[in-house]
């Protein structure tokens, strides 16, 4: 039973341009959410959260948008950059559960130069 | 600099060995756990330790053991290597939310 899933596996996008990477939910007791980056051959770094309380959260060039009805949150790069390529994973965990995460599968998104 | 050290970075095993991957934080978390990555499934939670001296299930433990040595280390083990233990193993620790990820153990499992 997959809780958090992203159902896009790739994107492409132009240097300059919006990015949007989406991912979505079942579990409504999730309370918190992450987004995690990811190069090749290096552990997933964090990126910016979410706290349920909140619909937006906003740090430079990165914003992730919740959507607690939809189960649905986003995160927006914009502009996006060439060093932005890397597999971004969407998280999310409840305070019942401590801080154990619960990943989604990942979104791989290029950014062409 | 402060962060999680896991070893070895690469390792291949035939059917039925058995290994030890370690991991250790400098950075005085409470939490550790252990993740495997593989294509098409995100990060799945193997064990965690919520502090030093206890240890539980995640989501995938068959087959694997782990050990809260003290509050810095927390290895994992495969007591009988398979194939489908082929895959990425990440080791992190926390703060509430904010996960410090080790740079990965790459296993090859034939």
């Known amino acids: 039973d997959q809780q958090v899933k992203q159902n896009s596996p790739s994107l492409s996008v132009q240097e300059g341009r919006i990015s949007i990477l989406n991912c979505d939910y079942t579990?409504?007791?999730?309370?918190?959410f992450l987004w995690y980056k990811k190069y090749p051959a290096e552990g997933p770094t964090f990126l910016i959260s979410i706290s349920s309380i909140k619909d937006k959260n906003e740090d430079g060039r990165f914003t992730v948008f919740l959507n607690k009805s939809a189960k649905h949150l986003s995160l927006h790069i914009v502009p996006s950059q060439p060093g932005d390529s890397a597999v971004y994973f969407c998280?999310?965990?409840?305070?019942?559960?401590?801080?154990?995460?619960?990943f989604g599968e990942g979104t791989q998104l290029t950014v062409n130069p | 600099n402060a962060g999680v050290t896991q070893t070895p970075k690469f390792q291949v095993l035939k059917t039925g060995q058995s290994m030890t991957l370690q991991c250790a934080q400098d950075m005085n978390h409470n939490s550790m756990y252990w993740y495997r990555q593989d294509p098409g499934m995100g990060l799945r939670l193997i064990y965690y330790s919520a502090s030093e001296g206890t240890t539980d299930k995640g989501e995938v433990p068959n087959g694997y053991n782990v050990s809260r040595l003290n509050k810095r280390e927390f290895s994992l083990r495969l007591e009988s290597a398979a194939p489908s233990q082929t895959s990425v193993y990440f080791c992190a620790s926390n703060k509430n939310y904010g996960y410090t990820f080790g740079s990965g153990t790459r296993l090859t499992v034939v």
């Open positions: 579990n409504s007791m999730f309370d918190y």
């Open positions: 998280a999310a965990a409840k305070e019942t559960s401590g801080s154990r995460l619960t």
